[in-house]
């Protein structure tokens, strides 16, 4: 099974960027997309980025034009470029991997992103 290891979040003041870092362990191969999830406290997880085969991109309204998701084929890796981050984004960041619609990892700590105002 695919594990995941996120990095790169921490305490920002809105208007800032944070970078972050998911990487995966295990095979992913045939996957058809990598997704960036986040988790306010008391709210559901939901979706925030996705890129998939063909490098084609979606991001949730709230952060688009602010988000941006990158992948590196060669070292198993997707990353999350923020900026302009406001307090709403506040939230633990998860990272994982789709096959055929199907998650093919484990979620993993997540990595925990607060925005100041």
């Known amino acids: 099974q695919v594990h995941f290891v996120e990095s790169g979040g921490g305490l920002v003041q809105a208007g800032g960027s944070l970078r972050l870092s998911c990487a995966a362990s295990?095979?992913?191969?045939?996957?058809?997309?990598m997704e960036w999830y986040r988790q306010a406290p008391g709210k559901q997880r939901e979706l925030v980025a996705v890129?998939?085969?063909?490098?084609?991109?979606y991001y949730v309204d709230s952060v688009k034009g602010r988000f941006t998701i990158s992948r590196d084929n060669a070292k198993n890796t997707v990353d999350l470029q923020m900026n302009s981050l406001k307090p709403e984004d506040t939230a633990v960041y998860y990272c994982?991997?789709?096959?055929?619609?199907?998650?093919?990892?484990?979620w993993g700590q997540g990595t925990q992103v607060t925005v100041s105002s």
């Open positions: 295990g095979s992913t191969a045939g996957a058809n997309s």
């Open positions: 994982n991997v789709r096959k055929n619609g199907f998650f093919i990892g484990s």
């Open positions: 890129i998939s085969t063909g490098d084609y991109t």
